[in-house]
């Protein structure tokens, strides 16, 4: 968008939304997949209380709560009372899913009724951290933590207010950070050196405990928590305490993640950001201007400074010989991210520049490095979810857009900065970064950032090395999601999954759903290169490949007991099957709209063959009643049956043009109809290779503009809603060179 749409390449385009182009042809993408129940909705929690009246006669006690929906859940609630009369109440749980007719009542009665009412809060909860580690999602919700394996629907509790609720975090901090590291690679005592410029072992001294493999959770406020996964195929278990302090360093524990009684030789601080970098782990402190730092070999062991005979720590006063009394800082602004390089150096930036650190070993301090810095450049991450590995270069999110830099060129010439965001500059015209988020994801690196277009993914393909998208995202239900705040991945041998949090308290899978997005691309700009012949549109052509039919696994039963056709509600055994009755089935509720005749199938197992349930009546997300018939000679039921639904590849594909910049409103936008294609199946006599019969399955699209405005300049836009890729586009026209300019005639002037 830089540069002239004109001067564009053959295989370039002036922008395009929700498409990929690795393989030369334009492909739609998925919709996010909402991934969220069974998580804090927020949605009916109690807001606020108003003492409309405060009655008389009434004693202090716990407020009731009354829901005619019957949905509500989860409030709790005091009053306090003067001379009688309530003039204080107190929300001490929120609850969720309350309708707005619900009322507020009190445990004891009073001569004259009081009058509380109560504001409701109807948006979710925002998330405060999505983390991956494995095979596990991790997230923070109000302080409370929840985990899942990918292959599992159901979220598992790690802490909250009634479950290990000592483990509770801040619920009111923006961000929690997570950080996740190996087991202590030394043991042995330590003890200082002369002058305390190093340490050598103490073989005198029994050997100290490793410090644990763990997940280390920082608020900022309270102290840190530790979370250990130990997983098989077949089984997981998880464990977690409180990192343990300074004061309990040195003591004899015994340690929950490891089940053994020690001298502990842990101590975590308090914190903020965290970087796990070169055997050491890094955290910012509260206030955000300094930088802690572990022993070497040892990332939850942060007693640097230590007695040069015994190897313990100084003294047992944090204040003074703790982890803040070995920081560094690198200036007095609070820092924005912390995060590692492909040198010896680790990336710091604060709100107003950023910095190279390097730990510096020709002068330790306790056997452990100090710290110098070198300038980089006066450009800001904007958190620390913003900074990102590009195939060995480094990007990241700026308050005026995206910058670039490779670290190697940077510290040797301070004036390396590449204009990584050159080409979509005009994307960011009179913006302010103030949020986002940045990941590389299968040779993709993604950013969640403010553009003219609003809020969206601009994705930068490593292969092609280029910009190829500005993904806007819609859920399979047509609403539109909120910015995305942080991305996580599970990335393993054998699965690839990428995930994002909202600012609205939005749990997505990307590139998840059953539908496709709504496609988009403006053409480049197509002009003969001499300015006095202007180009007379004439017709477009559009070849469109690969439209075929999906399914997806998107309809789960919500009751566990087996149905048939006939509205029995449970069987003993398959027995035989009546069709054509029609009854309503219990679902999770659904993420898109479907139309009467939709049919849904459920798969089955061994014993019980599962069936074909048929819509009689549409059913409009988010509803969890589907009404229709079963066809099959099986049961369905929620252990062994999942539901699939079928689209037929069907939609649209429309066309504007865009002449001199502006689009011609003669004809306007024009739609073609995307056919469902047919399959007939094989033939027979085929012989290997066998090719199905599908028809239809590449289409050609023609449309005409001989209506269209002429100009020197003319370019197209394509936009579909269907599983297929846009393959091919030509656009044919009629030169024109008329005498003299229009313009030139409308304003007649030489000067």
């Not at 129940?37 to 006690?61: F, K, M, P, Q």
């Not at 390089?341 to 950023?354: I, Q």
């Not at 500059?425 to 009179?430: E, I, P, T």
């Not at 066998?690 to 239809?696: D, G, L, P, Y």
Request: net charge negative.
């Amino acid at each position: 968008m830089a540069v002239d749409d004109a001067r564009l390449g053959d295989d370039e385009y002036r922008i395009a939304h929700n498409v990929r182009n690795r393989f030369g042809d334009l492909r739609p993408t998925r919709r996010p997949l909402k991934i969220d129940g069974g998580l804090d909705s927020g949605n009916g929690s109690v807001l606020g209380l108003l003492i409309a009246a405060g009655g008389t006669g009434y004693s202090a006690g716990s407020l009731t709560i009354t829901d005619p929906s019957g949905n509500g859940s989860g409030f709790a609630g005091s009053y306090t009372v003067s001379g009688g009369v309530i003039n204080t109440v107190t929300i001490t749980a929120a609850g969720e899913n309350y309708s707005e007719d619900t009322t507020i009542g009190t445990s004891h009665a009073g001569n004259s009724d009081a009058a509380i009412i109560p504001t409701f809060k109807n948006n979710s909860v925002p998330f405060q951290a999505i983390y991956a580690l494995g095979d596990f999602l991790i997230i923070v919700q109000r302080g409370a933590a929840r985990f899942k394996h990918r292959l599992s629907d159901t979220w598992a509790t790690l802490w909250d207010s009634s479950t290990n609720a000592t483990l509770l975090l801040d619920t009111n901090v923006e961000h929690v950070y997570i950080q996740a590291v190996p087991p202590g690679t030394s043991s042995f005592a330590y003890t200082s050196v002369g002058s305390s410029d190093q340490v050598v072992l103490n073989t005198g001294v029994v050997k100290r405990t490793r410090t644990v493999a763990a997940i280390v959770v920082q608020d900022g406020i309270n102290q840190p928590n530790l979370i250990s996964f130990s997983s098989t195929d077949v089984s997981s278990t998880v464990t977690m305490r409180k990192a343990y302090t300074f004061a309990q360093h040195g003591t004899t524990l015994t340690d929950p993640i490891t089940a053994t009684e020690a001298v502990q030789r842990e101590y975590v601080p308090i914190g903020k950001q965290m970087l796990f970098f070169n055997g050491k782990l890094y955290i910012i402190s509260p206030d955000g201007k300094r930088i802690y730092h572990s022993v070497s070999g040892r990332p939850l062991d942060f007693v640097v400074a230590i007695e040069s005979e015994t190897g313990v720590k100084l003294s047992s006063v944090e204040a003074d010989d703790g982890a803040d009394a070995v920081s560094y800082a690198v200036s007095y602004e609070a820092i924005t991210c912390i995060a590692p390089l492909n040198t010896e150096s680790f990336f710091v930036s604060t709100r107003t520049s950023a910095y190279a650190v390097s730990p510096d070993y020709s002068r330790p301090l306790f056997g452990e490095p100090t710290f110098s810095k070198k300038y980089l450049f006066g450009a800001s991450v904007i958190n620390q979810f913003s900074f990102v590995d590009v195939l060995g270069d480094f990007a990241f999110i700026d308050a005026e857009g995206l910058r670039s830099f490779n670290a190697v060129q940077q510290l040797r010439n301070e004036g390396r900065n590449s204009a990584f965001s050159l080409k979509v500059a005009k994307l960011f015209d009179g913006i302010v970064q103030t949020r986002g988020a940045a990941i590389s994801f299968d040779n993709y690196t993604f950013f969640s950032v403010e553009t003219i277009y609003g809020y969206g993914i601009l994705v930068f393909d490593g292969t092609l090395r280029k910009f190829v998208s500005l993904d806007l995202l819609k859920l399979d239900d047509d609403t539109t999601t909120a910015p995305i705040v942080q991305f996580s991945k599970i990335d393993t041998d054998t699965t690839h999954e990428i995930y994002g949090v909202t600012s609205a308290g939005e749990l997505l899978r990307l590139y998840a759903g059953a539908k496709y997005n709504d496609s988009f691309v403006q053409t480049k700009g197509f002009q003969v290169g001499d300015i006095r012949v202007e180009q007379k549109p004439i017709q477009l052509r559009a070849l469109m490949n690969g439209v075929e039919a999906w399914e997806y696994h998107s309809i789960n039963l919500s009751e566990s007991i087996n149905y048939s056709p006939n509205g029995t509600s449970a069987h003993g055994s398959t027995g035989t099957m009546i069709t054509g009755s029609s009854f309503v089935l219990p679902v999770e509720k659904i993420p898109y709209d479907l139309a009467s005749g939709t049919e849904i199938f459920f798969t089955g197992d061994s014993t019980n063959t599962g069936g074909t349930f048929t819509l009689t009546s549409a059913a409009v997300s988010p509803t969890t009643r589907l009404t229709g018939t079963l066809t099959s000679t099986g049961t369905i039921h929620k252990a062994y049956t999942k539901g699939f639904v079928k689209f037929d590849a069907s939609g649209t594909l429309k066309s504007s043009l865009i002449s001199n910049t502006r689009k011609s409103d003669t004809p306007g936008t024009i739609s073609k109809t995307v056919v469902a294609p047919t399959t007939s199946g094989v033939k027979y006599g085929e012989t290997y290779p066998v090719m199905w019969n599908n028809e239809n399955k590449l289409q050609q699209f023609l449309f005409s503009y001989q209506q269209g405005r002429s100009g020197l300049k003319l370019s197209y836009t394509l936009e579909w809603n269907t599983s297929g890729a846009v393959s091919m586009i030509t656009a044919d026209t009629l030169d024109l060179t008329p005498k003299n300019p229009l313009m030139s005639q409308a304003y007649g002037s030489n000067n």
